[in-house]
């Protein structure tokens, strides 16, 4: 019996070892797989920032036409002027920047990036006046009559941003559909006029603006989310969880001062004066694993916590023992690039 006994404690202290091996190994395998995906999702948007078709806006601005008072998600101030900013009014307005601000996790960053986006739809036929309705091949999923959506018609010399005053058919669902720009002081539209005669070579698409910050989930964990609005989106925007166990997320801002092309300093969302100066983003992501006790005991880990600029060393809890690891990128607006097209 004691022979048994022996050989039982053995085995058990055996068993335990590996399975504490094997969770700790499954959850630094999900991190790593959860901060690669983090970063390439990440990276495809940033580098999308401020697309427009075939322009630049480092070389073409887009002219807005669209006014911000109808819409109850969207503040157009700066949008694709400004690709990308941190500051949360820049983007959205009214009950959607207290719903997002009142469910951001408190000293965290955001990130709110405007594009164009989707299939890009040519015109079927060439504009005869600014005035014209603008036929298309196509049309943006969820584009119909009424619900002021906005989009982006560009070719390869200007671009303009616009509300659709009309659309027909009501709900074309993808297909060819003609859109109206009416508009006046007050109106969808600041005007009824484009800022030229677009043709065939013309393509329309609808704008976009994502908002990514860190929430907690129902069980309090914390997540990285997205609120999106684009033309398929509810008038809200479509909030949904990007990953779990995001624990935190920096956002940096590279600033071209001199204006030659290159970086000069990356800095806080407060200490950007010009937001036409930012040439690239650079986010870092505090992720932790999604078992406590895994760890052998709490981590030290480096991050900027208090934002200041400066990471430091951190030490968690003595009852937290995840695993953690910082995770960044640094990315170039490929659309806010000097150089042309």
């Not at 969770?23 to 901060?35: S, T």
């Not at 959607?96 to 079927?124: C, E, K, M, Y």
């Not at 480096?302 to 968690?316: C, S």
Request: charge should be negative.
């Amino acid at each position: 019996m004691a022979l048994g006994l022996i050989v039982l404690a053995a085995i058990g202290y055996i068993y335990s070892g590996s399975r504490q091996s094997y969770v700790q190994q499954d959850n630094l395998a999900r991190l790593q797989e959860n901060g690669r995906y983090a970063l390439e999702l990440l990276g495809q948007e940033i580098r999308m920032a401020g697309y427009i078709g075939c322009p630049n806006i480092g070389m073409v601005t887009p002219t807005v036409q669209a006014n911000n008072a109808p819409f109850t998600s969207l503040g157009l101030t700066g949008a694709l002027v400004r690709p990308v900013t941190g500051v949360l009014a820049d983007g959205i307005n009214n009950a959607v920047t207290t719903n997002i601000s009142t469910n951001q996790v408190s000293g965290t960053d955001l990130l709110i990036i405007h594009r164009a986006s989707g299939t890009g739809f040519p015109l079927s036929a060439n504009m005869v006046t600014t005035a014209d309705a603008i036929q298309m091949t196509g049309s943006p999923r969820g584009l119909k009559h009424g619900d002021n959506n906005v989009l982006v018609i560009s070719d390869c010399t200007q671009a303009d941003i616009f509300c659709a005053s009309s659309v027909a058919p009501v709900n074309p669902d993808g297909a060819n559909a003609t859109v109206g720009h009416d508009g006046s002081a007050g109106a969808c539209n600041n005007a009824s006029t484009l800022s030229k005669i677009y043709r065939t070579n013309a393509m329309v698409m609808g704008l976009e603006t994502a908002v990514y910050y860190i929430r907690n989930q129902s069980t309090g964990n914390p997540a990285l989310y997205v609120t999106r609005w684009a033309p398929d989106a509810a008038a809200g925007g479509d909030t949904d969880e990007v990953l779990p166990n995001v624990e935190n997320m920096r956002v940096y801002f590279g600033l071209d001062t001199d204006n030659n092309g290159s970086v000069d300093q990356y800095v806080r969302s407060a200490a950007v004066g010009n937001w036409a100066q930012v040439r690239a983003v650079r986010v870092s992501l505090l992720m932790r694993s999604s078992d406590n006790g895994v760890a052998p005991q709490a981590q030290t880990y480096v991050y900027d916590a208090n934002g200041d600029g400066t990471p430091e060393a951190i030490t968690a809890a003595s009852s937290d023992r995840r695993l953690r690891q910082v995770y960044t990128t640094t990315v170039a607006i490929r659309n806010r690039a000097m150089g042309g097209i």
